[in-house]
């Protein structure tokens, strides 16, 4: 079956640091990568897709110059969340996609507390 | 870009009684549409789609409307058990490959 994994699952890193977090499909081709963020006591927000031998495309208010993506193969993402302050905590989703389908298949997330 | 609705930010019911959340969406290509349910300090959990080809979906206690026309979708949950309690969220896939998220409603079954 499709599976996602992401890891860490959970992780604190002390404001101004930067933490990168990783998602790997397992069972299937992730040819689109879509990674959202969840605030607390909020919605998943999309932060950018990625598309394989694509540009990835960052959503109103984030950047690649705050959240650089790399997508090198189809079945690994990762996201790196630079100079984290106090409003980028909450749960990062990592959600892949096979092209032609809708579904996406979504990891547990990676928790980030920033201190 | 397509915007997703969530009419309900809270429910409660009783225990056996049925819960009803509805969703819109503005994308008149979405064709699909997924339930996601979230307990406290989890991530998300599948739990039934439909997609624009049919208007009604069943799964156990679970029941998805899509009406098109309206731009509209609904998960029923029949005979709600307390375990049934989190946060729904609904979704659509517009045009793109990746999901628009609702603001999620947060279900509560009361004994």
């Known amino acids: 079956g499709a599976l996602v994994y992401q890891y860490p699952r959970r992780t604190i890193c002390k404001s101004g640091t930067s933490m990168r977090m990783e998602c790997q499909a397992v069972g299937f081709q992730a040819t689109s990568v879509a990674w959202y963020r969840q605030s607390p006591q909020k919605t998943f927000e999309l932060i950018a897709l990625?598309?394989?031998?694509?540009?990835?495309?960052?959503e109103q208010n984030f950047t690649q110059e705050k959240f650089p993506i790399s997508h090198p193969n189809l079945s690994f993402s990762s996201m790196t969340v630079l100079n984290a302050y106090l409003e980028d905590r909450g749960l990062y989703l990592c959600?892949?996609?096979?092209?032609?389908?809708?579904?996406?298949?979504f990891g547990p997330g990676t928790r980030l507390t920033v201190l | 870009g397509e915007k997703v609705e969530q009419h309900e930010s809270t429910l409660s019911v009783r225990e056996g009684d049925s819960a009803v959340i509805n969703c819109t969406y503005t994308?008149?290509?979405?064709?699909?549409f997924p339930w996601y349910k979230q307990e406290a300090g989890k991530g998300l959990h599948f739990v039934i789609d439909?997609?624009?080809?049919?208007d009604r979906k069943q799964s156990q206690r679970l029941i998805v409307l899509l009406d098109k026309k309206a731009k509209r979708f609904s998960l029923h949950i029949t005979a709600t058990q307390p375990e049934d309690s989190a946060i729904y969220f609904c979704a659509a896939t517009g045009s793109g490959t990746y999901q628009r998220f609702g603001t999620g409603t947060k279900l509560q079954v009361v004994p």
């Open positions: 990625s598309t394989v031998n694509s540009a990835i495309k960052y």
């Open positions: 959600g892949a996609g096979d092209r032609g389908y809708a579904e996406q298949f």
């Open positions: 439909i997609r624009s080809n049919v």
């Open positions: 994308d008149t290509a979405s064709s699909y």
